[in-house]
């Protein structure tokens, strides 16, 4: 596609904005940290067999080192995210990356599986606090063309980190042993945290974010409540948490419906919401965006645990050699995704639209793969599918996250990515709980045919990947007709009515 996207609208902030000489270097400390909590959220998953062991805990009380830590992960998104706006990025950056650091030096040295999961909440928490300061800061320091390349650089943290997750746990497991090398899990975070935080404090912009520092307590309660009742059934989908729980939707759905209405009743007020719904209503791009990374995110996010089962438990892969053979999926992106952010603002939506369709094919040829090809060569045979899916992966994640909040206010772009994670968290959720349990229902009617069982997970996969580019596309039609109509005002024809960005 020659068409180039056209510029961002040019706003009072953008004409007042002075570049921060050090954006490049606060870029990588905020990279690093954010790097390490996503990592932590697949990391754990190896180790869980030598926890389990080691703790003499139960299956269903060690899934809660994985699940615990989703869950309070997703609960603090959009909180911690308003706090950054009113309070200033850089305190709420340095409260959380200390707590994560704390948290984790405590979940190594943990005697009992108690305190191992009580120390993965907090652990949880401060990730949530982190990562909305990341795309928040971006907003802050960069503008136009820089921009895209720093939300590239994020993104392709995103998708490396949710990939290697497997390998680097793999990796540390070998190196330390099996007894109590899942202790150094946690503890690597130490050295590197500690670091990261030293230079965050120099290099870091001091300074609030000009907003008010009132927060909507009651809004709070209701988004916290509403998320918490969506989550805990998918995070406990292992123990019957979808059977038992299944009342809990309903009851989310209906705080979420109280928390939309109170925070219109709050912006009707002249207060300050926890999450403006002129975000979604008033911001172009936002919405849509939102929606495409949750469906997108239930595939990304379930596929690793299918190919993870059907290695190792289908074909007695060791965790390393599990996690190496899904690493070409992680170099395509890692390399994509930063190209990506050079890209997008001449490209724009059509970027994610190519990325989905890389994709999809990838995901389609891996299934095929693995149901043709003898299982001792599935693991260097599906290498190539990854592969194209990894580099397609990258033109999704980075670009979907600049067009997504380009049009953001700076003011309320640590609420607008917490919420945009937020969405992202829910479909990881329902992905990682929805796909490995398909893989066990197909297994048992397949008759423990572990290629069927891994290739219907990549079927689910390729499903929400075309609902996305669905959407993606949709997105672009809309973009291009909004574009036509800015061109013609521009022209002196009257401007109409349309979906423009809010920058109020």
Known sequence: MTRSAPEPRTTAQDEGYEPDPRRWRALSVTLVAGFMTLLDVSIVSVALPSMTEGLDATPATIQWVVSGYALTFGLMLVPAGRLGDAFGRRRLFLVGLAGFVLSSAAAGAAPSVGLLVAARLVQGL????????????IQQLFRGAE???AFGMFGATI???????????GVILALAGDADGWRWIFYVNVPIGVLAFVLALRLLPRGGSGRSGHID?????????????LLFPLVQAESGGLGELWWLFPVGLALMVAFARWEQRVVRRGGQPVFDP???????GYAAGAALGTVYFLGFSGIWLVLALFFQTGLDYTPLQSGLSVTPYALGSACTAVVAGRLVERYGRAL????????AIGIAAAAVVLLLVPPQAAGWAVAPALLLGGIGGGFVISPNITMTLRNVPVQMAGAAGGGLQTAQRFGASIGTAALPGLFYVVLSSAGGDYAVAAAAGLAVALVTTLAALVLAVLDLRRDR???ARDRAARDGEPAPSGAHAWHG
Do not use: E, F, W, Y
Not at 126 to 137: I, R, V
Not at 217 to 229: E, I, K, M
């Open 481 to 483: 007709r909004d574009d």
């Open 147 to 149: 921009r895209g390349r």
């Open 217 to 229: 307590g009651v809004g709070v309660a209701l988004l916290g409540l509403g998320a918490l009742a």
């Open 126 to 137: 401060a990730a949530g606090c982190l990562a909305p300061q990341n795309s928040a800061l």
């Open 159 to 169: 998708g490396v980190s949710t990939a290697t997750g497997p390998v680097v746990g």
């Open 352 to 359: 994610t639209v190519i990325g989905l369709v890389g994709v």
């Open 278 to 284: 002129r975000l979604v209503t008033r911001t172009r």
